[in-house]
C-alpha cells in the first residue's frame, strides 16, 4: 500500500456542464483535493469532450484546486503547451499516442506541469522502465477509455499491484498510481489495497441524489484513509 496520502479527484466528465464552475467548487468545498480533466479527440478515442478553454474558465471562474489533465487524444504535444498555458497542474497522456514519449514527458515538465503516463487496460507497463524517474504518477485505466459510467476491470487490480512492486523495486516513494474507470465506494478498499493513492471518480461523486457532495465525499475519504 502507498504510504502518500490519498487523493480525491473529481472527474467533470459526469458534472453539469452548464453549471461547472459552480459544480467544481461545490465539490472542492465538499473535500475533493483536485479537478480531473478527461480530454477526448473523437480519434484516440470515440467521443468529444473539452480543451483548453474550459480549463481557462474554471480559473478564470476561481478554482485555484490542482487540475489534472488526462489526453486522450492523438498527437498530444500541442495540446500540453495549451494546458499548461491554461492552468493546468498535471497532465497525462498514453504512450502510443506519442511518437516520442520521453520528449512529451519533457515538454509536460518543461511547461511547468507534473508528468505522467496513462496505461489502457490492455498496455504492458513495459513502457515505464526507462521513464520512471520523469513521472510524478502512473494513471491506470481500469476501463477501456472513451466513456463515463464503464465498470470497473477487475484485471486491473493486479496491475495497480504491479506498479506499486515496480515503483517499490527502484526505491521510487513519491511517484503516485491513479485510477480511473469504474471507481466507486464499492471497490474503493481493494484499489487501495492494492496500491493505488488517488482514486479518480466521476459518476460516483456528481451523480449522487440531490448533490449532497458533503456525504458522499466524505464517505470516499472514510473509506480510503481507514
Avoid: W
Avoid at 480530454?39 to 487540475?67: E, Q, W
Avoid at 502510443?96 to 506541469?113: D, F, M, N, T
Avoid at 522502465?129 to 477487475?154: A, H, R, T
Amino acid at each position: 500500500m502507498s504510504k502518500l496520502t490519498p487523493l480525491i479527484s473529481a472527474s467533470i466528465l459526469s458534472a453539469d456542464f452548464a453549471r461547472l464552475g459552480e459544480e467544481c467548487t461545490n465539490v472542492l468545498q465538499a473535500g475533493a483535493d483536485t479537478i480531473h480533466f478527461d480530454v477526448m479527440d473523437n480519434h484516440y478515442v470515440p467521443n468529444l469532450t473539452v480543451g483548453p478553454l474550459v480549463c481557462k474558465s474554471l480559473r478564470n471562474f476561481g478554482v485555484t484546486a490542482p487540475i489534472d489533465v488526462h489526453l486522450m487524444t492523438e498527437p498530444v504535444d500541442n495540446l500540453i503547451v495549451d494546458f499548461a498555458k491554461a492552468g493546468a497542474t498535471q497532465i497525462s497522456f498514453h504512450p502510443e499516442a506519442s511518437k516520442h514519449v520521453e520528449r512529451s514527458l519533457k515538454l509536460i515538465q518543461e511547461s511547468g506541469c507534473k508528468a505522467g503516463l496513462a496505461l489502457n487496460p490492455a498496455t504492458s507497463l513495459e513502457c515505464l522502465e526507462y521513464v520512471l524517474d520523469q513521472l510524478s504518477f502512473i494513471l491506470i485505466m481500469s476501463v477501456n477509455p472513451g466513456f463515463p459510467g464503464q465498470k470497473f476491470i477487475p484485471s486491473a487490480l493486479e496491475k495497480i499491484k504491479a506498479t506499486r512492486s515496480m515503483l517499490d523495486h527502484y526505491k521510487i516513494k513519491s511517484t503516485r498510481i491513479a485510477v480511473d474507470g469504474g471507481v466507486k465506494i464499492s471497490n474503493l478498499s481493494k484499489i487501495r489495497k492494492a496500491g493505488a493513492d488517488t482514486f479518480i471518480m466521476g459518476s460516483e461523486i456528481f451523480e449522487v441524489t440531490e448533490k449532497n457532495y458533503k456525504t458522499i465525499v466524505g464517505k470516499i475519504r472514510r473509506t480510503i484513509t481507514s
